[in-house]
């Protein structure tokens, strides 16, 4: 089945132990004070013995933290038949048990019984906001079974339903997993509802910079969307992976999206189930966040982007590998990257090209800079626009407009105020009739 299955089981045994107390508190050993493997094993044994003291005595609570105990160490044979014995009275050995059968730890996997008894929890009327929790991690497990066919008939209308009681209305008990493949979901084209979508966007980052990439629903942010997409890859989402690498070509980061492109790339077909289970994420999202990161890959290559050599070979077996794990997202993505000829593309001319305004970052020597630059303007506009209104240019102007058509010549050689003229005329010859 998936990692995540047993990592949801180990995240319920902290849930367990705020239901009243932990297997440290109750033999009086605390694990974070043994920082050592020996001093661990020791604190670990000291604890196990308490425990089965506790159970000699009667308290039940005993049994589940004892096979809680065995759990985390991995000794799923001694831990069944101790969730076993409570099962019938206890939500959290049920849910142990319905991990254990999906994923065969203790026993022969038996995804039917698993989903039997996952079913059970997830029906039932929790007292305690502890086992609230662990019915709705539950019912995020009955959604994923539904979805994908695994101890039951593949159904995504029954796995919707489940998805909206894991998710709890958003509250802090309601899933979190399940908030985030509710997000994706209502985000796929079929079931496109981009508010909801947006809703549930507390968990699923990378299905939120998706959005914001887009603006699919929300105003669309390079800048929120860099920073959703990496928060996501580096919890090994693979398909915010491969945006965040066509965000990073598609603006000329190509050392970047070589980078991640690369990481995907190791990857194949055959790993797609893997990391859907690994990283939480529907298989098809995965196998196209593959085909994208192949792709762009096989582009760095035939280019010689992100200091990369020229291979022209490894560029050709990267397409078809792409166009293999998914021939409409490798269409789609060629387009988006495709260059042209300048009759297509008359952008590929300008040189002096602009770097997008939503990867700019804002400083505060910047503004510094910008006012006074702004001020130095506004000074010599003022200044300039003063002096052309000053005094002596209005007097200038008054005798323009108050001049008259006679012309006078300073002449302080001759007082009678006249000076001779003298024309010299040229005629060319003309005829004479």
């Not at 609570?61 to 799923?76: I, K, S, T, W």
């Not at 085909?291 to 020229?310: E, F, P, T």
């Not at 002096?387 to 010549?409: K, R």
């Given at each position: ?161 489940w998805l909206d009681r894991a998710v709890d209305g958003g509250s802090r008990l309601g899933s979190a997993r399940a908030q985030t493949m509710l997000a994706m979901l209502l985000a796929r084209s079929d079931t496109r509802d981009l508010p909801k979508s947006f809703f549930w966007h507390s968990e699923a980052t990378g299905a939120l910079g998706v959005m914001y990439l887009y603006g699919l629903g929300v105003r669309r942010d390079l800048v929120a969307a860099r920073f959703c997409l990496s928060q996501a890859a580096r919890r090994g989402n693979i398909y915010a992976t ?192």
């Amino acid at each position: 089945m998936s990692k995540e299955w047993t990592e949801a089981a180990g995240g319920l045994g902290h849930a367990m132990g705020s239901d009243s107390q932990s297997a440290s508190e109750l033999s009086g050993v605390s694990c974070e004070q043994s920082p050592s493997s020996d001093l661990q094993a020791r604190s670990d044994a000291a604890t196990e013995r308490c425990l089965r003291r506790r159970i000699d005595a009667g308290d039940k609570r005993a049994v589940l933290f004892l096979a809680q105990l065995y759990f985390d160490r991995g000794e799923f044979e001694s831990a069944r038949p101790l969730f076993a014995s409570i099962a019938a009275e206890n939500v959290f050995a049920q849910y142990q048990l319905g991990v254990m059968l999906f994923e065969g730890l203790g026993f022969e996997q038996d995804l039917e019984r698993g989903f039997r008894l996952m079913l059970m929890v997830a029906l039932g009327v929790p007292k305690t906001a502890e086992q609230k929790e662990a019915i709705h991690r539950a019912q995020y497990n009955i959604a994923r079974a539904y979805f994908m066919g695994y101890g039951v008939h593949s159904s995504e209308d029954d796995g919707r339903r489940w998805l909206d009681r894991a998710v709890d209305g958003g509250s802090r008990l309601g899933s979190a997993r399940a908030q985030t493949m509710l997000a994706m979901l209502l985000a796929r084209s079929d079931t496109r509802d981009l508010p909801k979508s947006f809703f549930w966007h507390s968990e699923a980052t990378g299905a939120l910079g998706v959005m914001y990439l887009y603006g699919l629903g929300v105003r669309r942010d390079l800048v929120a969307a860099r920073f959703c997409l990496s928060q996501a890859a580096r919890r090994g989402n693979i398909y915010a992976t491969a945006q965040l690498a066509l965000l990073y070509y598609r603006h000329h980061f190509y050392r970047h999206a070589a980078r991640f492109s690369a990481h995907l790339a190791q990857y194949g077909a055959a790993d797609v189930d893997q990391l859907a289970r690994q990283s939480g994420c529907l298989a098809r999202y995965v196998r196209r966040g593959l085909a994208i990161g192949c792709y762009l890959l096989s582009r760095c290559l035939l280019r010689g982007q992100g200091c990369l050599a020229v291979d022209e070979g490894a560029a050709r077996r990267l397409g078809a590998r792409a166009v293999e794990l998914d021939p409409p997202a490798t269409a789609w993505v060629e387009q988006l990257t495709m260059h042209g000829s300048w009759l297509q593309s008359p952008g590929l001319l300008d040189v002096y090209r602009k770097v997008p305004k939503d990867l700019t970052q804002p400083t505060v020597t910047g503004a510094v800079i910008s006012i006074c630059c702004c001020s130095f303007m506004c000074l010599m506009l003022f200044s300039e626009l003063y002096n052309f209104i000053s005094p002596d240019m209005m007097n200038d102007l008054l005798n323009i407009v108050c001049s008259v058509s006679d012309l006078f010549v300073d002449n302080p050689g001759n007082l009678s105020g006249t000076i001779n003229v003298h024309l010299k005329i040229s005629l060319p010859r003309l005829k004479c009739e």
